[in-house]
């Protein structure tokens, strides 16, 4: 009900009753304004005052067959008259009210005839009332519906919903289930203005937020994305949403969102304010998650300087109580507390952190902060360390550069060239490279990086093309699966494909294409769209898929390795059948206790781990079905082949010797290289005087064979070893 108009509230009695009785002949009757004076009068002076002015209106409303005047006065009347002579007041009322047919069928389909209360037979017919072509409006079964038709002589209402149009529903059903909604509601906006509601969902998330909490009431995070998904954004879209939502809602003060996600989020009145009863909830709060972020969300609401002795010794206290007892296993927490505290300028002696945060600085708590936390939280950590031991944060950032996710190495590099260390950051990626060991994330971050790469200097196009490929080849897990599939998913890019391949000369295109097609980094048809888009890019490459083809051909009537190394993949597929399946088994077992399957972290990377493992599995037991052992005795020297010892000459005059053993053979130390390397490669089948174009850092060198000897006794030691 509107507030009383300030001049009537004002009046006398006497001259408020004069103007209640004038008010009754009006037009239109200001039926708000009167209603506000029956209230008034109840209020002032009882309800047998009230009565009498109910009673007046309603005989005027009656005459005049004001249906909407009616069923409001009896809404309030109702509020004080529980009475069973009221009921037939009322019934009467509507009877008389309602005379024509429509009117009639709804107050009968109403309940007034028994069943239900007297207030739940007033709004259900209110419900009946506003129904009219074009009303919007939502059924728990159906869902979203437009009304299209009253059908006042069998009672029925026929609805367009969206899961089902032309739908009848009986007046007495619809007034029970139905709810009446209007322009501004989610549902309104989704079915009127799909494509501003869409635009809405990619440029004002926390609108959309707010929409959805008006029109369907308050809610946890959950069940927000069950109203949302589907409906108004496809589920991939959830998390970019959803991230976007949260920035903006917290630099809302009227929205209020828990730190718990059981909790469901708030549209206030007016803004939090952050009293002494907000700090004893504070100070009573036990999970520190719900400590990070209560501290999180008063550090935003305050102003420099507001944090006076008293709530700094709750905020300390928190923190004390949270890192009291912090495992080992959660670095990540504590991180968050030592910045937060920071940040705040609390003292090691306020909040018992420890002095200097010196764990902080350790490469395997590190790695682990830089998995778990957000970029953002990363760099502050980043910033407090540095404020504490620069140059051991650097040497830390450089120690760690290709173990953590790769939404963070452009910061940290940039981080790493604004302390002047840029030349020691490229000797350590060059060396990397050089040694294929750069991981994922950091083979991703190179290639998506192609001038940094290139204005580095670091290695040859072919060597990155390699380290991708083995890369992608690599077990994953955890946040490294982002960097893994961005990484396959550039070198599925034909953009990318022509940057990379463009520089590298013909005969190592050659190879590289070899190399593709024998990867296992990709399922059979993403690596068939690989070849293609090469081969589109360079024509003259078919051929060399088509000698290639020949000779996995008759490669694949043997293939060698030592007798070493056969064994060491025996036994790491033994580990992994044996110990690694059974032991993620058991931590999918134990994520799925935590519950929520949908929103539970620990049971997704379980998941994404069993069919890295799987995968795995199958390569290595269909490496094992046909890989054959062998000791390399009775090797003929004439050509290159497996099991010799090559020695070549460079045009410098330096010597250079290679051992060429099996597949899976390598040793830098021995010189000892696999039989499936580029430069093993481009070496078989020469002969001693042959002139070779052997791979080199600089891109190629031509190199002379001296000669091909028998494989010494050192390398015959390994290959008895093991």
Known sequence: MADLPEKIGKMAKEERE??????????????????????????????????????????????????????ELMKLWSQWRLDAAFADTCSNALTKGFKDRLGAALVKNAGFDGGVTLKEALR???????????????????????????????????????GKRGHQLSFAYAAETLEIIGEDHLYVRRHKEPERLSEMVKNNAAEVVRITIRSLGEMTAPDLKDCLVDGVMP?????????AARRGLKEDPLVDIPAKRSEPIRLLQKAKEYDSGWFAKLAAERSREGVIESILEFEKSRDAGELDEEHAAVIGDRIAHSIRGLADGQPELLARFVVLAARLGLAESTTGLPEGADKLLSEQRFVACAERLSVRDVNEVINYLAALDLTRTVDLLLHVLEQVPVALITDMVEFIEKHGRLDDCIAKVSDLIGRNEAGVDLACWLCKNLDVFEKW?????????????????????????????????????????????GPIGERQRELLLRRVEKSIGWDESGKRSVLARLIKLFPELASALDSGDAEEESASKGRYTSWRTLRQRQEQFRKLVEEDIPANSKEIGVARSYGDLRE??????????????????????????????????????????????????????????????????????LEIVSSKSLLA??????????????????GERMCHLEDINALPDEVRAWLNGG
């Not at 052992?629 to 010597?655: P, R």
């Open 457 to 501: 200097q670091i290695a040859d196009h072919a060597a990155l093309v390699i380290q991708a490929i083995e890369s992608i080849e690599a077990d994953c897990a955890g946040v490294h699966l982002k960097g893994e599939k961005q990484l396959r998913e550039l070198l599925t890019q034909t953009k990318w494909l022509k940057a990379v391949f």
């Open 18 to 71: 004069e103007w209640f009785l004038e008010a009754l002949e009006a037009e239109p009757m200001p039926v708000e304004s009167l209603l506000g004076v029956i209230q008034l009068a109840r209020d002032q002076e009882g309800e047998e005052q009230a009565d009498g002015f109910a009673e007046m209106m309603c005989e005027s409303l009656v005459n005049r067959q004001e249906k909407r005047g009616i069923l």
């Open 124 to 162: 259900r017919l209110d419900v009946l009332l506003q129904l009219s072509p074009g009303v919007f409006c939502h059924d728990n079964t159906w869902g979203f519906g437009v009304v299209s038709r009253l059908d006042d002589f069998y009672g029925k209402a026929t609805i367009d919903f969206d």
């Open 235 to 243: 589920e991939a879209d959830w998390k970019r949403f959803w991230d």
């Open 600 to 669: 539970n972290f620990e049971y997704q990377a379980a998941k994404d781990h069993q069919r890295l493992l799987m995968q795995r599995k199958a390569e290595m037991e269909a490496d094992l079905e046909v890989m054959q052992g062998t000791d390399f005795a009775n090797v003929v020297t004439s050509k290159v082949a497996m099991g010799v010892e090559v020695i070549l000459s460079t045009l410098s005059g330096d010597n250079e010797v290679y051992r060429i053993l099996g597949e899976w053979d390598r040793d830098e130390t």
């Open 681 to 698: 490669e481009k070496l078989m089948g020469c002969s001693v005087g042959d002139e070779v174009m052997l791979p080199s850092a600089e």
